[in-house]
Nanobody, 124 residues
Framework: QVQLVESGGGLVQAWGSLRLSCLAS????????VGWFRQAPGKEREFVAY????????YYADFVKGRFTVSRDNAKTTVYLQMNSLKPEDTAVYSC?????????????????WGQGTQVTVSS
């Protein structure tokens, strides 16, 4: 029902900024909550940020609070992840997932649709 494509990743220096986009297809996108997850080499996938279907509720992992901001523009069927003050430990593949409003926001397995991911590399 929903297809997701992430973009905006790349190579940045520490303390730099990057904005990721999650572009969705499907006319039901506005019904879905969206979560951002990341996975670094050799590590498990971890939760980064969440935004409700209407955009009124957001939730962040502790390690990104104050640095990352998630937002959405349902008219453009896009969710954004603004990343500021990036650290080398933020290096990972970032993926967006979409799921129902009843999902457990920090649980990867509760999301129904996923994009292919975009690589973010932060140099020191």
């Amino acid at each position: 029902q929903v297809q997701l494509v992430e973009s905006g990743g790349g190579l940045v220096q520490a303390w730099g900024s990057l904005r990721l986009s999650c572009l969705a297809s499907g006319r039901t996108f506005s019904m879905y909550a969206v979560g951002w997850f990341r996975q670094a080499p050799g590590k498990e996938r971890e939760f980064v940020a969440y935004i409700s279907s209407g955009g009124s509720t957001t939730y962040y992992a502790d390690f990104v609070k104050g640095r990352f901001t998630v937002s959405r523009d349902n008219a453009k069927t896009t969710v954004y992840l603004q990343m500021n003050s990036l650290k080398p430990e933020d290096t990972a593949v970032y993926s967006c997932g979409a799921g129902s409003s009843y999902l457990r926001r920090t649980y990867y397995g509760d999301y129904d649709y996923w994009g292919q991911g975009t690589q973010v590399t932060v140099s020191s």
